[in-house]
Structure formats: structure tokens, C-alpha cells
């Protein structure tokens, strides 16, 4: 969670605004689904390095058989050296749960306090401080609940006033009156067009469910480089953790 908060800090402070389809380009979004994984390969922008931009070509593969699109909206992007920061396949949000007890609309989003993840609530695991709204709608606005998270940037609310375009650009999917533990789920996938974003969510499914168009990402952290734990120090005590 703290990763894609940072990244979603970052690009807001970069473009001067939330909506990275807008800012930067669709990502790959427009790829028709089928009823396999639809999903493209990863790596076409890799010589981008850690600059951001649109892959100059992405290759699809669907049951054998291979594609290479140069089109917008079916390529590639990469922010700051992250690949399909939104689009091509969602991502499983580390160290975060969503939480229900019938009575809290969409949830409760729980953020882990330290790398110990689990797929259930446990000790380690905070609330922001706010539920999330019950929709399958384009959000309208961000909410804050507990100081100690302000940096979480989660939809409070869904309007039929917000569209691909403003506020946000990007939609949320929960569940009415959510019952039990879910996952959190960002950034949309191959299909999903101009629903998809870095603020993109989707906590209509548990932490053991899987699905073709369920991924992950993987983070290096390398704990023991002085270099990083000073700046993490440092930005922890900024942050007011």
C-alpha cells in the first residue's frame, strides 16, 4: 500500500493531476476479453528505463497466439520505471485488506503496520478510518479518516456526476454491504478501456479467490542498504508515522 501511495503522490505532483490515462496515455486497455487471460507481455517498455512513457510495441498473447500492437490503447505505458502502472492485468495491493461486517457499504480498507501480511485481520493490520462506497461508478472524491493514513488515497464517495475525466478518471468496484476479508485490487486490466487508472479499485473479491485477470507485482526492499533505511526514517517522521 505504502508503494502505490507513493507512486500516486509522486505522478499528482509531477502532472498536476490524478488521471494518468489523460496525463500520460490509456495503457493497455482495449484489448477484446475472451474467456482466457487476455493479458499482454510485459517488458516492451523497458527501454524506457526509468523514465515514463508508452512502449513503442507490445506483444499480446491469447491461447498461442501472438499479437504485436503499436496502437494506443493497446501498448504499454511505464511511470518512473513501473510497468502498466494501470491497465493490462490488476494488481494485488500489498500489505492491504478490505474489511466488512454487513453494515460498512463497500468496506473498510486496513493498512498492515509492518511486513508481516497476512490474508486475514490481524493485530498488525490499522483502518483508515473510513468505508468505501458501494458502487460500480467512476470516482468523485477521496476521503480521510485516520491522521495517521492521510497518505491512503481511497474513494469515500462515487458520483454520476464524475466520468473518465474529472474529478479522478477512474473507477472502483466494491461490494454492497461487504461480509468478511477482501483483497484490494488496482489499476484495472486489459478490457476495461478508460475505466482503468492509477486510482483505479476493485474489492469485490477474497484474498484466496483467483481469476485471469488477478496479478501481483514484486517489490525489491532492500532492508539492510543504510542509504534506504535513512530515507525511509526520514520520510516515516514526515509522514508522522
Known amino acids: ?15 498536476g493531476s490524478p488521471n494518468g490515462q489523460l496525463s500520460l496515455e490509456l495503457g493497455v486497455c482495449e484489448i477484446n476479453s475472451t474467456n482466457t487471460n487476455c493479458s499482454s507481455i510485459t517488458g516492451s517498455t523497458a527501454s524506457l528505463g526509468n523514465a ?13 497466439v501472438y499479437t504485436t500492437y503499436s496502437e494506443v490503447g493497446k501498448r504499454a505505458v511505464s511511470y518512473r520505471g513501473v510497468e502498466n502502472p494501470w491497465g493490462n492485468i490488476w494488481h494485488m495491493v500489498g500489505g492491504a485488506l478490505l474489511v466488512g461486517n454487513r453494515s460498512s457499504q463497500g468496506g473498510i480498507p486496513y493498512v498492515c503496520t509492518d511486513y508481516n501480511y497476512s490474508v486475514s485481520l490481524t493485530d498488525n493490520y490499522e483502518s483508515i478510518g473510513f468505508m468505501l462506497p458501494v458502487s460500480e461508478s467512476f470516482i468523485s472524491a477521496f476521503g480521510y ?24 478518471g477512474d473507477c472502483l468496484w466494491t461490494i454492497n454491504n461487504l461480509n468478511g476479508t477482501h483483497m484490494i485490487l488496482n489499476g484495472g486490466h486489459y478490457a476495461f478501456k478508460e475505466k482503468d487508472g492509477l486510482f483505479c479499485y476493485a474489492g469485490d473479491a477474497n484474498p484466496t479467490q483467483y481469476d485471469r485477470a488477478y496479478g501481483a507485482k514484486l517489490m525489491f526492499i532492500p532492508k539492510k542498504n543504510t542509504i534506504y533505511n535513512n530515507n525511509i526514517a526520514a520520510w516515516t517522521a514526515k509522514m508522522g508515522g
Open 145 to 168: 479518516g485516520n491522521p495517521k493514513y492521510d497518505w491512503v488515497y481511497m474513494p469515500i464517495e462515487c458520483s454520476d456526476t464524475a466520468n473518465n475525466i474529472l474529478p479522478i
Open 1 to 15: 500500500m505504502r508503494a502505490d501511495s507513493a507512486n500516486q503522490m509522486l505522478f499528482m505532483t509531477e502532472y
Open 52 to 64: 515514463s512513457g508508452a512502449a513503442a510495441e507490445t506483444v499480446n498473447e491469447i491461447n498461442g
